[in-house]
Nanobody, 117 residues
């Protein structure tokens, strides 16, 4: 599975950004897809993820502000980020979890989000 992310940038606090990620390759093996982020000096953390049945999981820090969604073709995922805060500044990574046994965790290249105060 290959993941191509886009949509990062610089925004003022309170603004919005939308990240997109397109999966290719063995997309039929994907069981969940979503976003992680890593801020400078911090560990990578889950932001939001959505499973094939539509179940979602969000970090407490983004609940009510971010929305994860999948496209009709199920091989795209978007992250709508509203009411952005400076603490949302990080590199955001698209992630896909698959049902394959040899390898079941795939990462896209990061896209940088900077929220200015």
């Amino acid at each position: 599975v290959q993941l191509q992310a886009s949509g990062g940038g610089l925004v003022q606090a309170g603004g919005s950004l939308r990240l997109s990620c397109a999966a290719s390759g063995n997309t039929f093996s994907i069981r969940a897809i979503g976003w992680y982020r890593q801020a400078p000096g911090k560990q990578r953390e889950l932001v939001a993820i959505i499973g094939n049945g539509g179940m979602t999981n969000y970090a407490d820090s983004v609940k009510g502000r971010f929305t994860v969604s999948r496209g009709n073709a199920q091989n795209t995922v978007a992250l709508q980020m509203n009411s952005l805060k400076p603490e949302d500044t990080a590199v955001y990574y698209c992630n896909a979890k698959t049902v394959t046994t040899v390898r079941n965790d795939y990462w896209g290249q990061g896209t940088e989000v900077t929220v200015s105060s």
